[in-house]
């Protein structure tokens, strides 16, 4: 109770772009108000109604009210059918939101400071995770906590095997206590080989968990043989780099390379946790730091705002929600998720232009950023403040075949994801204009 949970439900529902239904609004709309069915001695029994009926329904979004849990069978469905978060508030501000209400059950401050302190075990044991505003339910219903390693990942719940960066091992004390397959920092690791190796060490049963730590490129390879191995077992990710916290080790996308191009072989498999721990960073060399660097810009931009002032911990949780949320909305990126790609058009052009070795992907979004700007007439300062791009030394017309390739030209145009008031949005570009944001950013 004076939690805020009627504002943040409403809040995550549309950013999640679910349905909300609050269960007090509801009952009081069909029932009358709840006063008087409290005094009438029926609320809860109305109560239990409106919340079983809300629970069956589609997945959505729904605020329960303070003591729903006190019902059984209101608990059993939780248990069963939903995603339970319990949005956390101290007492002191929950009775300052209260008092003078014509809550039932907060009319005395000496028995609400009783109802709390009675309703906290309670909580505890039917919340999955806990929230303080919408991100942090977001992330929750994402699976992803942001905070240190936890103790229970520590001596993970049955067998666990650890794929784990090589480079990470030396640096960090594993998150888990069990077996360690190594694999190389890098694109190394997202091999068929490394996949085979790994497959063929494991010696897991189909109730064991897979725990990745290392950057994207590690989470990626994990996922991708968590997804395949005896079809398909649980996996947690714990990412090390500003890469894979804020991107790669969300949304359920694993992948490795072929020779023939990245990432050409891959399942989406959600990890069952994502465990972001920002004091891992303090360890990453400022190369790695400024390839993560451009996809919290792109985050801020696609966001409308300044993520990237933020200090680490905050920043990384912005980025992550916002991730989050979208891949909630559209977990096999068949739409809403292709705003993500803002920049990444131009950034693949001029990786594929210089053959993939001499344009970090991180230089490369700042540039494909840069272009995405100017062809949504929007200011770039933002993009060169902070990753201050410098135009690459890359074949043209190598970059513009890439392009080309990539994205298919209908009557002459090019499908691009731009950026406008209310975010990122795909639309068609002429090619010319395409063409010449291109050129601005190859030097000659
Ligand atoms: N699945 C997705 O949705 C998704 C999204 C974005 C990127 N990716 C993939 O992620 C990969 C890039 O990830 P990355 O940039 O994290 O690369 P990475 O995993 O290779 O890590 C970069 C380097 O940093 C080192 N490192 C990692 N953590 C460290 C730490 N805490 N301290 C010191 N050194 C550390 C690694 O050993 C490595 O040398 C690409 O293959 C890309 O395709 C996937």
Same mark, same amino acid.
């Given at each position: 109770m $004076?939690a805020g949970?009627s504002t943040?439900g409403?809040?995550v529902a549309e950013?999640?772009?679910? &349905?909300f239904?609050?269960v007090?609004?509801?009952?009081? #709309?069909?029932e009358?108000?709840?006063p008087?069915l409290f005094?009438?001695g029926?609320?809860? *029994?109305v109560e239990?109604?409106v ?5 069956a ?10 003591? &729903? ?7 059993e469905a939780l248990r069963a059918?939903?995603t339970?978060?319990?949005v956390?508030?101290?007492v002191e501000?929950?009775? #300052?939101r209260v008092?003078?209400?014509d809550?039932p059950?907060?009319?005395?401050e #000496?028995?609400?400071?009783e109802?709390y302190?009675r ?6 044991e039917v919340a999955?995770a806990r929230?303080?505003?919408a991100?942090?339910?977001?992330l929750a219903?994402?699976?992803v906590t942001v905070?240190s @390693?936890?103790a229970? %990942? ?9 794929i784990a ?7 960090? !004390?594993?998150?888990v206590?069990?077996?360690v397959?190594a694999?190389?920092g890098?694109?190394e690791?997202k091999t068929?080989?490394t996949a #085979?190796r790994l =497959?063929?060490h494991l010696?897991?049963?189909r109730s ?7 950057? /994207?490129?590690?989470?990626? @390879?994990?996922?991708?043989v ?17 890469? /894979? ?5 969300i949304?359920?996308k694993t992948?490795?390379?072929?020779p023939? $191009?990245?990432n050409l072989?891959?399942?989406f498999?959600?990890p ?7 004091a891992l960073l303090?360890t990453l060399?400022e *190369?790695q730091?400024r *390839?993560?660097?451009a996809e919290?810009v792109?985050?801020g ?5 300044p ?7 905050e920043?990384?949780?912005r980025?992550?929600?916002f991730?989050?949320a979208l891949c %909630?909305r559209?977990p096999?990126?068949?739409g !809403?998720r292709?705003?993500?790609? %803002?920049?990444?058009?131009? &950034?693949?052009a001029?990786?594929g ?10 230089r490369?979004v700042?540039?494909?950023l ?18 201050a791009?410098?135009p690459?030394r890359?074949e043209?017309e190598?970059? =513009? *075949?890439? %392009?080309?390739?990539?994205?298919k ?8 994801v731009?950026l406008?008031?209310e975010g990122?949005?795909a639309?068609?570009v ?6 010449r944001a291109?050129d ?5």
């Amino acid at each position: 109770m $004076g939690a805020g949970k009627s504002t943040l439900g409403e809040e995550v529902a549309e950013r999640l772009h679910r &349905a909300f239904l609050d269960v007090d609004a509801r009952i009081e #709309q069909r029932e009358g108000s709840i006063p008087e069915l409290f005094e009438q001695g029926v609320f809860r *029994e109305v109560e239990e109604r409106v919340a079983l009926e809300a629970l069956a329904m589609p997945p959505s979004v729904i605020a329960l009210g303070g003591g &729903a849990v006190e019902t059984p069978p209101i608990r059993e469905a939780l248990r069963a059918r939903a995603t339970t978060i319990l949005v956390e508030v101290d007492v002191e501000t929950a009775w #300052q939101r209260v008092s003078g209400s014509d809550r039932p059950l907060a009319q005395d401050e #000496q028995e609400f400071r009783e109802l709390y302190a009675r309703r906290q075990p309670l909580y505890g044991e039917v919340a999955d995770a806990r929230a303080r505003d919408a991100d942090g339910v977001v992330l929750a219903a994402g699976g992803v906590t942001v905070s240190s @390693v936890p103790a229970d %990942l520590v001596v993970a719940h049955g067998p666990a095997e650890l794929i784990a960066d090589e480079r990470v091992l030396e640096l960090h !004390p594993a998150p888990v206590a069990a077996t360690v397959l190594a694999v190389p920092g890098g694109e190394e690791a997202k091999t068929v080989a490394t996949a #085979q190796r790994l =497959w063929r060490h494991l010696r897991l049963d189909r109730s064991g968990t897979l725990v990745a730590f290392g950057g /994207g490129c590690t989470t990626d @390879v994990a996922g991708f043989v968590a997804a395949t191995y005896l079809r398909g077992i649980d996996w947690v990710a714990v990412p090390t780099t500003l890469v /894979g916290q804020v991107d790669a080790a969300i949304g359920g996308k694993t992948a490795i390379n072929l020779p023939e $191009g990245k990432n050409l072989i891959g399942a989406f498999h959600w990890p069952v946790r994502t465990v972001i721990d920002t004091a891992l960073l303090e360890t990453l060399p400022e *190369e790695q730091r400024r *390839e993560g660097l451009a996809e919290v810009v792109k985050t801020g931009l696609l966001a409308g705002e300044p993520l990237w002032e933020l200090p680490d911990d905050e920043l990384v949780r912005r980025c992550a929600a916002f991730k989050t949320a979208l891949c %909630l909305r559209d977990p096999y990126d068949r739409g !809403p998720r292709q705003v993500l790609n %803002l920049g990444h058009t131009f &950034a693949h052009a001029l990786e594929g232009g210089a053959g993939y070795e001499a344009v970090t992907h991180g230089r490369a979004v700042a540039l494909g950023l840069l272009a995405a700007l100017r062809l949504s007439s929007r200011p770039t300062d933002a993009v060169e403040e902070v990753l201050a791009p410098e135009p690459v030394r890359v074949e043209r017309e190598r970059a =513009w *075949e890439a %392009l080309k390739r990539d994205k298919k030209s209908t009557g002459g145009e090019l499908t691009l994801v731009l950026l406008g008031d209310e975010g990122g949005f795909a639309t068609n570009v002429p090619e010319a204009d395409v063409r010449r944001a291109l050129d601005e950013l190859i030097a000659d």
